[in-house]
């Protein structure tokens, strides 16, 4: 058991999953492609059944966990979908089997409502759309986004503290499995991003540095709150053990087994975290390094009233090393860096500027951003329709240089005017604001001391935050990631309902 987290929840599940696994090798081993691709789906189904029977809520478990393995199963295989199209039914199999066998009606949130707006504006845009391929394509991700966030709501929120831990150790292991293949890219120099000799930035599974970094940033904050939760326990349950140690070694036998499992969940987040954060260094993306800084400052914001002293003497250190540079006390090479820095984010007129290596990515972004937004002037109410912001892309292109799409426009923002409109950027702020407005009204209202469900309320919206400081410079909507940042929206759902419930008790 660690902390509230009873492992043997979990170990019967695994040993179905193992042999499930063991026999598809097997399978795969004595038998050809054919009988293999026959058979397969119906051993799938036959192993879903047999672990849903025991676990029901595993299969949003394997949704989760499926996230990252999306460039696997679709196009250049022999399967006929992605791994998380094969699994989504069998999470939404697991989630009403869970509402009938313990006789619950389903549940909703007022956040479905904007949800909802947003998806039906962007249903209304491809009205808009030259492909409606592209266009229901992106829906149907959108579709699964909101159902990942409706099964959440039935699996997670209104569950115990062992459930919600539960799910973010998911997150935690995901991160880790993602971090270790992205470190190991970037030590051996593996893959096309090579930044110097020998060394490359890491893009894990998911074939791009940003979306991987992207996918990372969603998993710390989670996994590296619940580190400092279970450090504050530790250091607790060692004081009340050598207490209680004073009675005896058999006496004190349950408050030494406490301590363990709380300091073997510490060091267990404690290392995931500090894997995942080396993974979103190795990416060398500047936008999840934003992003990271931008979570972080609001996890010490409101953390405590220390990491706000922190903060604060941070701050002043910052403002001293910039009177520092003005006065050219610091080396050149900070003060060029900055000024790099400063030179990303400055607008210009990308129709006039003179392309060269040192500003090209500058460039290059900028032109993304400037024809998002001449096809926002084109078609203000729905835009050009979900989806097809790569299919518009040359003819609203302003330079014939940058005519190529990177799959959008390098701003979310930008891209979700682009293509669904004024109407769609507003859905999606309502949408995005209505979460981060929960999540601080949990966080101002309550201190450390309210225990786990704040911890767990902070780390999601430290990974809210940096996924929409992120989403400046990205898009993060893609490869089905909507699951994972839906289960960040109803894990600060889960946790305001336990605090509420708590301080219902106690009143």
Do not use: C, K
């Amino acid at each position: 058991m660690i902390g509230s987290f009873d492992l043997r929840a979990i170990r019967q599940p695994a040993i179905v999953a193992a042999a499930a696994a063991a026999f598809l090798f097997l399978l795969f081993v004595l038998a050809d492609g054919g009988l293999l691709l026959f058979l397969a789906p119906l051993l799938v189904a036959l192993s879903a059944g047999l672990l849903l029977a025991r676990v029901p809520w595993a299969g949003f478990a394997f949704l989760l966990l499926s996230v990252p393995f999306q460039r696997f199963g679709s196009e250049g295989t022999a399967l006929p979908a992605t791994l998380t199209q094969m699994v989504f039914p069998i999470a939404l199999a697991g989630t009403l089997l869970t509402l009938y066998a313990e006789r619950r009606t389903a549940r909703g949130h007022i956040i479905l409502l904007p949800y909802s707006v947003l998806v039906a504006v962007m249903v209304a845009s491809s009205i808009q759309a030259q492909s409606l391929g592209a266009a229901w394509s992106e829906i149907a991700r959108w579709f699964v986004a909101i159902a990942a966030f409706w099964m959440a709501l039935q699996l997670v929120a209104g569950r115990s503290d062992r459930r919600l831990v539960g799910f973010v150790a998911l997150l935690a292991a995901g991160g880790v499995f993602e971090a270790t293949i992205g470190v190991v890219q970037s030590v051996i120099g593996f893959g096309p991003f090579a930044v110097s000799s020998g060394v490359s930035r890491a893009f894990g599974t998911f074939g791009r540095p940003n979306s991987f970094a992207g996918y990372l940033e969603m998993t710390f904050f989670p996994t590296a709150a619940l580190a400092l939760w279970y450090a504050s326990e530790t250091i607790q349950r060692f004081r009340f053990y050598r207490i209680e140690r004073l009675r005896g070694f058999a006496e004190s036998q349950a408050a030494r087994r406490s301590l363990v499992s709380s300091a073997l969940a510490f060091a267990g987040f404690a290392a995931s975290g500090a894997i995942i954060l080396s993974g979103i260094t190795a990416s060398l993306s500047r936008g999840a390094l934003l992003g990271v800084a931008v979570g972080g400052l609001g996890v010490m914001l409101l953390l405590s009233p220390f990491s706000r002293f922190l903060v604060a003497i941070g701050g002043l250190a910052a403002v001293a090393l910039l009177l520092a540079g003005q006065a050219g006390l610091v080396p050149d090479s900070y003060r060029e860096r900055v000024a790099d820095s400063v030179d990303q984010i400055r607008p210009i007129d990308v129709r006039t500027v003179t392309v060269t290596d040192e500003n090209f990515a500058t460039v290059e972004r900028l032109a993304h951003w400037q024809t998002g937004i001449e096809m926002y002037r084109d078609n203000p109410a729905l835009g050009v329709g979900i989806g097809n912001f790569n299919t518009r892309v040359r003819e609203y292109s302003i330079r014939p240089d940058f005519r190529n799409s990177q799959g959008h426009a390098h701003n979310y923002y930008i891209h979700t005017l682009a293509e669904t409109g004024l109407l769609g950027l507003l859905a999606y702020l309502t949408l995005l604001g209505s979460v981060v407005i929960l999540a601080l009204r949990v966080l101002l209202m309550t201190t450390f001391a309210d225990g786990l469900p704040r911890m767990i309320v902070l780390g999601a919206f430290g990974s809210v935050v940096a996924v929409a400081t992120h989403n400046l410079v990205e898009d993060l909507h893609v490869l089905n990631l909507g699951i994972i940042i839906s289960l960040l929206w109803v894990l600060i759902i889960a946790g305001h309902e336990r605090l509420r419930a708590g301080q219902t008790t106690a009143s």
